[in-house]
C-alpha cells in the first residue's frame, strides 16, 4: 500500500500572515486553487483509491479540485494537528473543524469515516501523543486493510505528526511540506 499525504493549497489565512489565522474556516485563495490544478495534472487518483480528508474548508476544496465528491471520506483524524505538542501554542480559529451537521449541510456525497470516536469537538489539534498514536495507528491499519493507494490531504502539522509516527525520526516543522507538498511513504 502506498500512502500519500498532501498539504492543502495555499488558502485565506495565510493572505496576510499571521492576522488571519484566527479567521474561521478559511478557503483556498485563487493561487491555492490554480495549485490543486497543477497538481491534478502530476497525481492521478484512480477508482480504487482511497481520499481522506480534513474536515476544514481548505482541504476539502484542494480534494474536489483532485477529484469528485464521491470519492472523499472526510476524517477528523487527518483534521488540524499542532506540531510539536507544546500546550503554551494558542489554538488557532483557523484550525476549527467543521462538525458533522456542517459538513452535511455544505457539502453533498461525502462519505465520514470516524470509528466512533469522540474526536469532532476538538478534534486532534491539542490530542496528547499517546491518545494520536492510538488512533493513528488504528487509521493506518484501516488504510492497511483496505489495501488500495491512500491519499490523505491534510495540514502540514498532521502530516509531519503522522510521518513521525510511522517511524521518521528528528522530524522539526522545517520538515512540513509547505502549500505545494505532497509525500509519498511506499509499500507501507
Given at each position: 500500500m502506498d500512502l500519500t499525504f498532501i498539504r492543502h493549497r495555499h488558502a485565506e489565512h495565510l493572505l496576510h500572515y499571521p492576522h488571519q489565522l484566527?479567521?474561521?474556516h478559511p478557503g483556498l485563495t485563487e493561487l491555492g486553487k490554480r495549485q490543486a490544478t497543477e497538481l491534478r495534472k502530476q497525481i492521478k487518483i484512480l477508482p480504487n483509491d482511497i481520499v481522506l480528508v480534513s474536515p476544514t474548508k481548505r482541504t476539502i476544496e484542494t480534494a474536489l479540485i483532485l477529484t469528485s465528491s464521491d470519492k472523499l471520506t472526510v476524517c477528523p483524524l487527518v483534521g488540524p494537528r499542532m506540531f510539536p505538542q507544546n500546550p503554551e501554542f494558542p489554538v488557532l480559529r483557523c484550525d476549527q473543524i467543521y462538525s458533522k451537521d456542517e459538513l452535511?449541510?455544505?457539502?453533498?456525497?461525502?462519505?465520514?469515516?470516524?470509528?466512533?470516536?469522540?474526536?469532532?469537538?476538538d478534534g486532534i489539534n491539542r490530542m496528547e501523543e499517546h491518545r494520536f498514536e492510538i488512533y493513528a495507528?488504528?487509521?493506518?491499519q484501516w488504510c492497511r486493510n483496505y489495501g488500495a493507494r491512500?491519499?490523505?490531504i491534510s495540514h502540514d502539522g498532521t502530516i509531519t505528526s503522522y510521518r513521525a509516527f510511522l517511524g521518521e525520526q528528528g522530524l522539526t516543522r522545517s520538515d512540513f511540506l509547505g502549500e505545494a507538498g505532497h509525500y509519498t511513504i511506499r509499500d507501507l
Open positions: 484566527n479567521q474561521l452535511n449541510a455544505q457539502y453533498t456525497g461525502l462519505r465520514i469515516l470516524d470509528f466512533e470516536l469522540d474526536c469532532w469537538v495507528g488504528q487509521l493506518v491512500t491519499f490523505i
